[in-house]
């Protein structure tokens, strides 16, 4: 490793990070960099898959063939005289050739993918697909790592969310059943003045945890009325779940559609004094939920739901590996046409 370049310092604290190399390896030329690289130590190892340093900074022929691997980029394309074609990666973009006698058709490897319209170099969309998928990718990283200026980061983010989204979506997920337990709660993520003092509807979100087994939902609601709330509960929350609450007139009426519904009034106390229930557990999920929004100090109301969406898939994920996973629904809902 040359550790007077920023490259070689990020291979380090990736080897760090997979206790390949100790933490007090380094030297005075490769310290001025670790500032950049704080997000990685501060969400601990990055995976413990044996293969991630040969996907991490691939070239780009090798990031190529990981996408095609991974189903992302075709692997073959048919061209309009019948024949095959082949991939050609002399020159800049690689591009498909026709190859029977007088045919000359080109076609992007981008187009008809998840990439086309995009021109981050392959090998940075894998940087960067790992990156965003353990957490590390801020903006600042990506600008000193990846050459990315804010703006790409944030649409290459708001890609990233849209297939999150495509992911839960078709794939819906009641929580909780006869045995589990489940807390909900609601939280305002909105205030109905800004800084500015302008007025705007309060944004409250409605939220449900598994004891058990950590599921959860999240849904932005208009407001708290049990017309509102209710029929949300009903469509995440399997019958049969003891749910936990507080005392808000809204979850009146749990009882009879299902559910064995417990009470904790807050203003009295925490934990219910004969039941022994509490809602700890969504209170936590709360301040998970909301630490990750003043990490991005806010979050736009159009946005919030793309955000949600994030935080309920990586849940989802819980102890896999986020990387290959968002390879796989990148595959699954943008498969090359």
């Not at 998928?133 to 944030?154: D, I």
């Not at 219910?272 to 700890?280: M, N």
């Not at 736009?300 to 290959?324: A, C, I, K, N």
């Amino acid at each position: 490793l040359h550790t007077n370049d920023i490259q070689s310092t990020y291979i380090i604290v990736v080897l760090q990070n997979e206790r390949i190399l100790g933490k007090r390896f380094a030297t005075t030329a490769c310290t001025a960099h670790f500032s950049l690289f704080q997000e990685l130590t501060m969400f601990g190892r990055t995976s413990t898959n044996s293969s991630v340093m040969n996907e991490l900074i691939p070239d780009e022929p090798s990031a190529i063939a990981l996408l095609q691997a991974k189903g992302i980029l075709h692997q073959q394309r048919p061209c309009d005289c019948g024949e095959g074609m082949s991939l050609s990666l002399n020159g800049r973009p690689a591009r498909w050739r026709g190859h029977r006698g007088r045919c000359r058709k080109q076609v992007s490897l981008r187009d008809g993918t998840w990439l086309e319209g995009t021109r981050l170099e392959f090998s940075k969309v894998v940087r960067f697909v790992h990156a965003w998928s353990h957490k590390y990718g801020t903006t600042e990283f990506c600008k000193n790592m990846l050459g990315m200026t804010p703006q790409a980061v944030t649409k290459w983010k708001s890609r990233m969310r849209e297939i999150v989204a495509q992911s839960l979506l078709r794939h819906p997920l009641r929580i909780g059943g006869p045995g589990f337990i489940v807390e909900i709660d609601e939280s305002l993520f909105s205030k109905s003045k800004d800084h500015r003092g302008r007025s705007y509807p309060q944004q409250w979100v409605l939220g449900g945890v598994c004891r058990e087994t950590g599921q959860c939902f999240l849904v932005p609601v208009e407001d708290r009325s049990r017309d509102t709330l209710l029929p949300i509960i009903r469509d995440h929350v399997r019958l049969g779940t003891t749910i936990m609450t507080d005392k808000w007139r809204a979850y009146n009426g749990l009882s009879r559609v299902g559910y064995t519904h417990l009470q904790v009034n807050h203003s009295e106390n925490f934990v219910h004094p004969e039941a022994g229930c509490d809602t700890q557990t969504i209170e936590s999920f709360w301040a998970q939920l909301k630490r990750a929004n003043k990490l991005r100090c806010g979050t736009q109301r159009t946005l919030l739901q793309s955000y949600l969406h994030e935080f309920m898939w990586r849940r989802r994920v819980g102890v896999g590996d986020p990387y290959h996973k968002i390879m796989q629904d990148i595959a699954t809902y943008c498969p090359p046409r």
